[in-house]
């Protein structure tokens, strides 16, 4: 039930958040502000899942199954404000050189999207075993675009 009321909290929060995502941003600030926000939901989702996945947390296929559906929202969110001009600079783990190359960037994201859809889709299963597979392609795709974009 816990988990329920803070997938319900993180949605509502996500919701709100998003309403100023898909207005441009006026400020690289506001950018970097929002993309945090949003990436540290992820991490935290990520982090709990991965607890399962390890064994050190018990398997609970329908928490398990929210937690994913939510992780695969929260990773469609974010890459508007990655591409706020100026955002690169300040308060971020940003490289410059995702906005130089943007399209590399968005194929990244959108590489990390359709892994957190494939974790989704396994979850709804809830056979242990391609939820791990899944999970490990997740994390796969998350160091891929953090090598190659973050300082």
């Given at each position: 039930?816990?988990?329920?009321?803070?997938?319900?909290?993180c949605?509502?929060t996500?919701?709100?958040?998003?309403?100023?995502?898909?207005?441009?941003?006026?400020?690289p600030?506001?950018a970097?502000?929002y993309?945090k926000a949003?990436?540290t939901?992820?991490?935290?989702?990520?982090?709990?899942?991965?607890?399962?996945v390890?064994?050190?947390?018990?398997?609970?296929?329908?928490?398990?199954?929210?937690?994913?559906k939510l992780?695969h929202?929260?990773?469609t969110?974010?890459?508007?404000?990655?591409m706020t001009?100026?955002?690169d600079?300040?308060?971020?783990?940003?490289?410059?050189s995702a906005?130089q190359?943007k399209?590399?960037?968005?194929q990244?994201?959108k590489?990390f999207?359709?892994?957190?859809?494939?974790?989704?889709?396994?979850?709804?299963?809830?056979d242990?075993?391609?939820?791990?597979?899944?999970?490990g392609?997740?994390?796969?795709?998350?160091?891929?675009?953090?090598?190659?974009?973050?300082?």
């Open positions: 039930m816990r988990l329920f009321v803070k997938s319900i909290l949605t509502l996500v919701a709100i958040i998003a309403g100023a995502a898909y207005a441009q941003f006026s400020k600030g506001d970097i502000r993309r949003v990436m939901l992820i991490v935290h989702d990520f982090k709990q899942m991965g607890a399962v390890q064994g050190k947390a018990d398997y609970d296929r329908a928490s398990f199954d929210e937690q994913a992780l929202i929260l990773s969110l974010p890459w508007e404000a990655f001009p100026g955002s600079k300040g308060d971020t783990g940003l490289k410059s906005l190359n399209s590399a960037f968005m990244a994201a590489s999207e359709n892994a957190t859809r494939d974790l989704m889709l396994a979850a709804a299963g809830g242990l075993g391609p939820v791990k597979t899944e999970f392609n997740v994390g796969a795709s998350c160091g891929a675009c953090h090598k190659q974009f973050r300082k």
